[in-house]
């Protein structure tokens, strides 16, 4: 299941563990945030399209960090007046993960794990290693 969201005058896709940065939202490490603009919702089988926003649905979410983006130089230049300015800046933004998406008509299916690589061997398929083979070394002659 996935769902669009809305946040800072943006969009983002989201599911459950999903880990994105956003522009800052107020709160510490930790805290528990829910998230109402909740724009579509899918689950494979059915979809939900709101106008503009889904009632009812909401996206709970948890704040990893708070932290500053990289820094953007601003250069300004007027050629032949003599005229070069340089700014820095930086984003502030928050790391979000989330937890549970609670959108109404929908289920909350649990994700099937897939199963290990060794599992799938063990159930009569039998995998061969395969040999290191010696390099040849040539003479020359001359």
Sequence with gaps: MFAIISTGGKQYKVSKDTILTVNKLDGKDG????????????????FSVGSPQ??????????????????????????RKNYRRLNGHRQDMTFLKINSLE????ENKKVLKKPAASETASEGKTTIKKKAVKKKTVKKVG
């Design 31 to 46: 805290d528990k945030i829910t998230l109402n603009d909740v724009l579509f919702a899918c689950d494979g089988d059915k």
């Design 54 to 79: 889904i009632n009812g649905a909401e996206i709970s979410a948890e704040i990893v960090k708070q932290d500053r983006d990289r820094k953007i130089l601003v250069f300004k230049k007027k050629r």
């Design 103 to 106: 959108i109404p008509g929908f």
